[in-house]
T-cell receptor, first 115, second 116 residues
């Protein structure tokens, strides 16, 4: 079965530190990949997405992600985090399952940025 | 574009009552809508997929009779939690997609259900 792994469950960083959150998926077919952010008590917001083309994707708020097909990975990066980046981050894969495309979400990474 | 709304945003109900949550695509026709559930500090779990005019397809372990889904039009899907109990308290999120090359889903803001 398809799955998405986010190995870092909790990450604590100081402001201005660099961030990299891992995301690996298991699916052999064509995938669309997404990173979402959920601020405390708020709804899901799309950070960035990959469908095809340049494997380095730039999103909102200074985030970027790199699709490495050979590693089945789509890691999220930000060169310098801010206190306001404190949130939960979800990686998702859109894959064909039982005849329809469905999103499979990772378990999420809770990021805390210390001021 | 591609805005999805949910109503209500929060609902508190007594145990044993039924609660209906609406999901609307505001500026596009949604051929498929999805319902997710998110427990506190956990990820989103897909509950069911619904196509306009047909019965919903439920994920394994989701009770069809408890979570009634109706996708009556291309812009509206409803989730009814029947005979709600405290363990049904959760954040329910819908998403919608239109017919396109990437099958991208657009998410609603969610509905927080608290069953007393």
């Amino acid at each position: 079965a398809q799955s998405v792994s986010q190995h870092n469950h909790h990450v604590i960083l100081s402001e201005a530190a660099s961030l990299e959150l891992g995301c690996n998926y298991s699916y052999g077919g064509t995938v669309n990949l997404f990173w979402y952010v959920q601020y405390p008590g708020q709804h899901l917001q799309l950070l960035l997405k990959y469908f095809s083309g340049d494997p380095l994707v730039k999103g909102i708020k200074g985030f970027e992600a790199e699709f490495i097909k050979s590693k089945f990975s789509f890691n999220l990066r930000k060169p310098s985090v801010q206190w306001s980046d404190t949130a939960e981050y979800f990686c998702a894969v859109n894959a064909l399952s039982s005849g329809t495309y469905k999103y499979i979400f990772g378990t999420g990474t809770r990021l805390k940025v210390l001021a | 574009g591609a805005v999805v709304s949910q109503h209500p945003s929060r609902v508190i109900c007594k145990s044993g009552t039924s609660v209906k949550i609406e999901c609307r695509s505001l500026d596009f026709q949604a051929t498929t809508m999805f319902w997710y559930r998110q427990f506190p500090k956990q990820s989103l779990m897909l509950m069911a997929t619904s196509n306009e005019g047909s019965k919903a397809t439920y994920e394994q372990g989701v009770e069809k009779d408890k979570f009634l889904i109706n996708h009556a039009s291309l812009t509206l899907s409803t989730l009814t939690v029947t005979s709600a109990h405290p363990e049904d308290s959760s954040f329910y999120i819908c998403s919608a997609r239109f017919r396109g090359p990437y099958n991208e889903q657009f998410f609603g803001p969610g509905t927080r259900l608290t069953v007393l």
